[in-house]
T-cell receptor, first 110, second 115 residues
Framework: GQNIDQPTEMTATEGAIVQINCTYQ??????LFWYQQHAGEAPTFLSY????GLEEKGRFSSFLSRSKGYSYLLLKELQMKDSASYLC???????????FGAGTRLAVHP | DGGITQSPKYLFRKEGQNVTLSCEQN?????MYWYRQDPGQGLRLIYY???????QKGDIAEGYSVSREKKESFPLTVTSAQKNPTAFYLC??????????????FGDGTRLSIL
């Protein structure tokens, strides 16, 4: 079957660093995506990995290990506006079909 | 500005009624997608289209129908056969696959409720 796991909730302090993990078991793998979604709004694309390693984009970085079926999203210098849900999605099978995890709700506190 | 427009933002349906959700994009993207989001669950794929006049069922297509007559437009009809239509519906688009996955970009969503 297809399964994507990520923690349901996390809390962190403003200015700190937080790592959100995602593990997956899918029948195929073409890439892994991270999205940010504020409550009641549309998901916003953050980052994606096709090959193993770290991709850095400003305060956000994403890491992938295909052999371990594992990825993480690293958020540095946390700001209050980073309070949101973070969605992990795997492109599996043909075309651009994405399978989404249930999301991790991050709360950033002062 | 380029983007994806979904309308309406809120929609109410009576029992036994069909309703159509609009999705328009001016990003010149080949591929378009419809997802459903329920509280505490991940996005689930309803239908997708890689090219005009062609579309494929996703994981939860029952009770829904789509058309893709124009590149810019991918409307979703929620039929009376869909027994639990209350959800947040998201439309997305992307550059075509071309042998490499491409990020999908989302509209602002339509929240559908049953009266």
């Amino acid at each position: 079957g297809q399964n994507i796991d990520q923690p349901t909730e996390m809390t962190a302090t403003e200015g700190a660093i937080v790592q959100i993990n995602c593990t997956y078991q899918t029948s195929g793998f073409n890439g892994l995506f991270w999205y940010q979604q504020h409550a009641g709004e549309a998901p916003t694309f953050l980052s994606y990995n096709v090959l193993d390693g770290l991709e850095e984009k400003g305060r956000f970085s994403s890491f992938l290990s295909r052999s371990k079926g594992y990825s993480y999203l690293l958020l540095k210098e946390l700001q209050m506006k980073d309070s949101a849900s973070y969605l992990c999605a795997v492109a599996s099978g043909g075309y651009n079909k994405l399978i989404f995890g249930a999301g991790t709700r991050l709360a950033v506190h002062p | 500005d380029g983007g994806i427009t979904q309308s309406p933002k809120y929609l109410f349906r009576k029992e036994g009624q069909n309703v159509t959700l609009s999705c328009e994009q001016n990003l010149n993207h080949d591929a378009m997608y419809w997802y459903r989001q329920d509280p505490g669950q991940g996005l689930r794929l309803i239908y997708y289209s890689q090219i005009v006049n062609d579309f494929q069922k996703g994981d939860i297509a029952e009770g829904y129908s789509v058309s893709r007559e124009k590149k810019e437009s991918f409307p979703l009809t929620v039929t009376s056969a869909q027994k639990n239509p209350t959800a947040f519906y998201l439309c997305a688009s992307s550059i075509g696959y071309r042998g490499r996955v491409q990020p999908q970009h989302f509209g602002d969503g339509t929240r559908l409720s049953i009266l």
